[in-house]
């Protein structure tokens, strides 16, 4: 096994491994654990109280972050030529019906996000077995699929994310970078714990985050006090 490095291990030795911690306290604690020299993602993991087997009780939508992720986001549009010049104007790098299907089909696939018209969504069974692997296929609890084209396609430039729990009931998410400002972390991180609280099953009993956890990439994790986030 192999063992962390100093900069890891210098980073741990910031935080308290027995205290759950309040936002502001890991809002400015999450500075000082970056290990990177890059500019590091500022990454949420919730482990929450469902059971992921049972259908009424999967987790899946979308929010828009006040200040985004940090990431520029590369988003195509499925659409017919009547609203290509809209897509584009909006920050589409490609917008688009069969040819673009076509170019996808063919192996092209460099993009982040992808948005489509209700009209379009027969047309893209041709690569929904391509899209749906990547994890890129438009879906409408994603807020990806939507006649306003142009509104959906700034939303996901401006910062707006999909969540999901994985087979283990935990959601794991880019809030943020470490560049970003206290205040800035700080919203992102309660808009997007609010709105997993607000989209809470009406099965689960008790409890519905066991925990939360702050990290930077590769870094160590912070461990949010639960209760500060539940009115």
């Given at each position: 096994?192999?063992?962390h490095?100093?900069?890891?291990r210098?980073a741990?030795?910031k935080?308290?491994p027995?205290?759950t911690?309040?936002?502001?306290e890991?809002?400015?604690?999450?500075?000082?654990?970056t290990?990177t020299?890059f500019?590091?993602g500022v990454?949420?993991h919730?482990?929450l109280?469902i059971?992921?087997?049972?259908?009424d009780?999967?987790i899946r939508?979308?929010?828009v972050?006040?200040?985004g992720t940090?990431n520029?986001?590369?988003?195509?549009?499925f659409?017919?030529?009547?609203?290509?010049k809209v897509?584009l104007?909006?920050?589409?790098i490609?917008?688009?019906?069969?040819?673009?299907?076509?170019?996808?089909?063919k192996g092209w696939l460099?993009f982040?996000?992808a948005?489509?018209?209700?009209?379009?969504?027969?047309?893209?069974?041709?690569?929904?077995?391509?899209l749906?692997q990547?994890?890129l296929m438009p879906?409408?609890?994603?807020?990806?699929?939507?006649p306003e084209i142009?509104k959906?396609?700034?939303?996901?430039?401006?910062?707006?994310?999909?969540?999901?729990?994985?087979?283990?009931g935990?959601?794991h998410?880019?809030?943020?970078?470490?560049?970003?400002g206290?205040?800035?972390?700080?919203?992102?991180?309660?808009?997007y714990i609010?709105?997993?609280?607000?989209?809470?099953p009406s099965g689960v009993?008790g409890?519905f985050?066991k925990?939360?956890?702050l990290t930077?990439t590769?870094g160590p994790?912070?461990?949010l006090?639960?209760s500060?986030f539940i009115?």
């Open positions: 096994m192999s063992k490095g100093k900069k890891y210098a741990l030795e935080i308290d027995k205290k911690y309040s936002l502001d890991s809002a400015k604690l999450i500075k000082g654990t290990i020299k500019d590091a990454e949420l919730l482990n109280n059971d992921p087997a049972k259908a009780q999967i939508n979308s929010l972050l006040p200040h940090g520029e986001v590369r988003v195509v549009a659409v017919d030529d009547t609203q290509k897509a104007d909006a920050g589409a490609k917008a688009g019906d069969a040819e673009l299907i076509e170019e996808i089909n460099d982040d996000v948005v489509a018209h209700p009209d379009m969504m027969k047309k893209l069974g041709k690569i929904a077995r391509i749906g990547k994890g879906n409408p609890k994603a807020g990806t699929i939507s142009e959906i396609i700034k939303e996901v430039k401006r910062g707006k994310i999909e969540f999901r729990n994985d087979k283990q935990n959601l998410n880019l809030v943020g970078k470490v560049s970003f206290e205040d800035q972390l700080k919203e992102n991180i309660q808009t609010n709105t997993i609280v607000n989209n809470r009993k409890a985050i925990s939360i956890t930077t590769m994790g912070i461990h006090e639960v500060q009115k």
